[in-house]
């Protein structure tokens, strides 16, 4: 037995703790997929690089929290993120003990501007994936499991529209799922799956890619989906 389940607030296990928002912003260039790092400026792990976030407020809701401090670090300010695990390994912070949530979000690297230096950060910048620097605190752990989540939401969401603000040719798509899922697929089956579902539609324009021959232009449709594509 566990006692009430009413909580004391004057219990001392109670005290002492708080919530990091953590977000791995990701984004596609060139066929790479890379993912945004800040320099941290201040103690602990002052010199080190890290994903996007800090402590919550106690008077955000979580999401609030984590695109505050995704603006406060880099300057971003219209990013749609997603919230997929929490983090909660008694040591991971020197400070005291706070838990993370971690949330992913994609973003067309060439759209935004990224502050290099703000109050808290002395830089920034996107990484490969196969190309991390060692992170702060538990953030290798973190950046593992969101390109985990990123490769589950690709498949099954419309997660990609906000890298195609503009609409995306079939190759330039394909490229991008083989990028990020470091998978082949054949040309043609691809671009039966995608058809075949309920995720993106017909623009009615063309246009070249990789000085190829013009193809159709695609966009991904604002609702939701829920589906299994490979």
Same mark, same amino acid.
């Given at each position: 037995?566990?006692?009430?389940?009413?909580?004391?607030?004057?219990?001392?296990?109670?005290?002492?703790?708080?919530?990091?928002?953590?977000?791995?912003?990701?984004? =596609?260039?060139? +066929?790479?997929?890379? $993912?945004?790092?800040? #320099? /941290?400026?201040?103690?602990?792990? *002052?010199?080190?690089?890290?994903?996007?976030?800090?402590?919550?407020?106690?008077?955000?809701?979580?999401?609030?929290?984590?695109?505050?401090?995704?603006?406060?670090?880099?300057?971003?300010?219209?990013?749609?993120?997603?919230?997929?695990?929490?983090?909660?390994?008694?040591?991971?912070?020197?400070?005291?003990?706070? =838990?993370?949530? +971690?949330?992913?979000? $994609?973003?067309?690297? #060439? /759209?935004?501007?990224?502050?290099? *230096?703000?109050?808290?950060?002395?830089?920034?910048?996107?990484?490969?994936?196969?190309?991390?620097?060692?992170?702060?605190?538990?953030?290798?752990?973190?950046?593992?499991?969101?390109?985990?989540?990123?490769?589950?939401?690709?498949?099954?969401?419309?997660?990609?529209?906000?890298?195609?603000?503009?609409?995306?040719?079939?190759?330039?798509?394909?490229?991008?799922?083989?990028?990020?899922?470091?998978?082949?697929?054949?040309?043609?089956n691809f671009r039966k799956k995608m058809l075949s579902l309920d995720l993106i539609e017909d623009t009615n324009k063309s246009e070249q890619f990789e000085g190829n021959r013009p193809a159709k232009k695609y966009k991904f449709k604002r609702k939701i989906v829920d589906k299994n594509i490979f």
């Amino acid at each position: 037995m566990y006692g009430s389940d009413i909580m004391d607030v004057k219990n001392k296990k109670y005290k002492n703790q708080g919530i990091h928002v953590i977000t791995a912003i990701f984004t =596609v260039e060139q +066929g790479i997929t890379k $993912v945004l790092l800040i #320099k /941290r400026k201040n103690a602990p792990f *002052e010199g080190d690089w890290v994903l996007t976030g800090g402590a919550l407020y106690n008077d955000e809701n979580l999401e609030d929290g984590a695109k505050r401090e995704i603006y406060e670090k880099t300057g971003i300010s219209d990013i749609d993120i997603k919230q997929f695990k929490a983090f909660g390994r008694v040591d991971r912070s020197p400070v005291m003990r706070m =838990v993370a949530v +971690g949330f992913i979000g $994609v973003i067309d690297s #060439k /759209r935004v501007k990224v502050l290099r *230096e703000t109050e808290n950060t002395s830089n920034a910048d996107w990484f490969p994936i196969d190309k991390i620097p060692p992170l702060g605190f538990d953030h290798e752990e973190i950046l593992q499991e969101a390109l985990l989540e990123l490769q589950k939401r690709i498949v099954n969401s419309n997660i990609l529209k906000s890298l195609f603000p503009d609409g995306v040719t079939m190759p330039e798509l394909q490229k991008v799922y083989e990028a990020i899922l470091n998978k082949k697929f054949d040309r043609r089956n691809f671009r039966k799956k995608m058809l075949s579902l309920d995720l993106i539609e017909d623009t009615n324009k063309s246009e070249q890619f990789e000085g190829n021959r013009p193809a159709k232009k695609y966009k991904f449709k604002r609702k939701i989906v829920d589906k299994n594509i490979f």
